[in-house]
């Protein structure tokens, strides 16, 4: 799905017609793009298969010291606590400044242009942005109902996937496949193993 796609979408939902371009100067095409852009951060934000980043370095600014958030949700630091807030630069709480003087090395949550998301995701994302307009620009309960369950099935199955796609990574990795090879079949028939029926 393009981002054109999606915003179309929405224009029908807001009842005005669609365009052949985003560059197109009616205003609900702003408003479409506006719920798209936010949708993205809400559907997405707490991390999934497609936009968890890991040991990505932060490096303070040679200007102020302070350190950049723009463009993640969330940073799990390694090397130092911090805190992401809504300024978008990353807070220091221990010694309470936004000034930084070493690289904070972290694992992040980015947010992705709509175009660099997995189909299903885009359709959450889409039916999402489509309710946040029912709700707050029209107030038509109808719709709401309709693309709230759109929404939370394609939620559903975004969910599954990221489930699925991780416990895949996880025993496709190095470290899983390693301590596969160290199992052997006497250890995979002990007591402690599946085969054994009593407790």
């Not at 479409?32 to 890991?54: K, P």
């Amino acid at each position: 799905m393009t981002e054109l796609e999606a915003v179309n979408y929405l224009l029908g939902i807001l009842g005005s017609s669609p365009v052949g371009a985003l560059t197109n100067k009616n205003p609900d095409v702003a408003v479409a793009q506006q719920a798209l852009d936010g949708a993205i951060v809400s559907v997405t934000s707490d991390g999934f298969w497609f936009n968890e980043v890991y040991n990505v370095d932060f490096v303070p600014s040679e200007i102020d010291g302070k350190i950049s958030t723009t463009g993640y949700t969330k940073l799990i630091t390694r090397n130092y606590y911090g805190v992401v807030r809504g300024n978008n630069f990353l807070f220091d709480p221990k010694n309470n400044t936004y000034v930084w003087e070493n690289t904070v090395t972290a694992d992040a949550v980015a947010i992705l242009d709509f175009t660099d998301l997995p189909d299903i995701v885009q359709q959450a994302v889409q039916f999402f942005a489509a309710t946040q307009l029912c709700s707050s620009d029209l107030e038509d309960a109808t719709k709401l109902s309709e693309q709230q369950g759109f929404y939370n099935n394609a939620y559903i199955q975004m969910v599954k996937d990221d489930l699925q796609i991780k416990r895949i990574n996880r025993l496709t990795s190095p470290r899983v496949a390693l301590a596969l090879r160290r199992v052997t079949p006497a250890r995979l028939g002990s007591r402690n193993g599946p085969n054994f029926g009593g407790r």
